[in-house]
């Protein structure tokens, strides 16, 4: 009673600063913010009572910065899991909660991307590793950008990625991504349905008099390639990067060019028109089964990180015994007296 009594005497009281007394946060450098977030006093509306002898208790607002990764790394980047929630904390995404531990690659998208030091033109990349991404379903590539005349060469203090054995054990339903280095760099890239370790891959934004002869994993600008070539991750605008035909097991075709644009079919068979200058890759993307894969259980689900929908959403038949239906409508058995009859 003493404690309630203390609560609810110190919650009348007015500790709030006025808005001359204390500048506002959005006003304040990134670092005097981090600072003095939690020395704020909060004011009554972030009280949140879930017990009776909180309602009175002001607790202080977490003032979460979120530290967003500018510079490009190959080591896997701890991922934390959201629930389906946005900023907010609300559920924005159903179906999604649980699952096992994973670490995200960050792929780079963008196939022609010459390294600063060299000058501009075709680059080749040797592919060093195929391997599994838990957090995609296609296969990815370990690929090393190389020089022409050192194909066969490796340096000393180049070293694979290293992953750990329990993330082969969830469930294999993402695609690999390919480690790709230009002179001194590397990066991930996705993989093509028959990429193996040890392939060389050609980069190039040229487009020449006559088409070339394509070879499986290489990028090319759509307006490079001839008519049929089965093609993927192709850029919606040159230099954005790929963004259509990315899932696992899919391609597109290059049927026509017209007037500096190509006509390529999505696996949707929708057609789409782009600038010829839009890169692609040829082939198809690895991991062709994906579709065919059966779960088995609902626990994998679990595993895999899909949560069960509500249970308004599940079908009801007639395995509990009876049908789930919903209640018909309710029976009035008292005859009130209508309006016509009282006049």
């Given amino acids: 009673m003493a404690l309630r009594a203390l609560t609810r005497a110190l919650g009348s009281l007015n500790l709030a600063p006025s808005a001359s007394a204390s500048p506002s946060l959005s006003l304040l450098p990134a670092a005097q913010v981090k600072n003095n977030a939690f020395l704020q006093v909060p004011s009554a509306s972030m009280l949140l009572p879930c017990r009776p002898v909180l309602t009175s208790v002001a607790l202080s607002a977490k003032f979460v910065s979120w530290k967003s990764r500018t510079k490009y790394t190959i080591t896997p980047v701890k991922m934390r899991k959201s629930g389906g929630r946005d900023h907010t904390g609300r559920i924005k995404v159903h179906g999604i909660g649980g699952g096992h531990k994973q670490r995200y690659r960050m792929i780079d998208f963008l196939r022609f991307r010459p390294e600063q030091e060299t000058k501009s033109g075709p680059f080749e990349e040797k592919v060093i590793v195929v391997r599994y991404d838990p957090c995609r379903q296609v296969w990815g590539v370990g690929v090393m950008m190389v020089w022409v005349n050192e194909l066969c060469g490796f340096s000393k203090d180049m070293r694979l990625p290293r992953w750990s054995a329990h993330e082969f054990l969830t469930l294999n339903r993402s695609a690999d991504i390919a480690l790709v280095a230009g002179g001194n760099r590397k990066r991930w890239i996705i993989a093509t349905e028959n990429m193996q370790a040890g392939d060389i891959i050609l980069n190039s934004d040229h487009i020449g008099r006559m088409a070339v002869a394509p ?92 949560r069960p929908s509500s249970g308004l959403w599940h079908r009801k038949g007639g395995w509990a015994g009876r049908k789930i239906r919903p209640l018909p409508p309710m029976k009035s058995y008292v005859k009130l007296p209508s309006a016509v009859a009282q006049s």
Avoid at 231 to 255: D, F, H, K, M, W
Avoid at 268 to 286: D, F, W, Y
């Fill in 215 to 306: 070879r499986e994993g290489d990028a090319h600008p759509l307006g490079a390639l001839p008519v049929g070539t089965l093609i993927n991750n192709v850029e919606s605008e040159p230099g954005r990067g790929a963004q259509y035909i990315r899932a696992a097991g899919t391609c597109g075709v290059l049927l026509r060019k017209v007037n500096g644009t190509a006509i390529i079919q999505l696996p949707s068979k929708r057609q789409m028109q782009v600038l010829e200058t839009c890169i692609a890759t040829v082939g198809r993307v690895s991991n062709v089964d994906h579709n065919k894969r059966v779960i088995g259980k609902a626990g994998r689900n679990r595993w895999l990180g899909k």
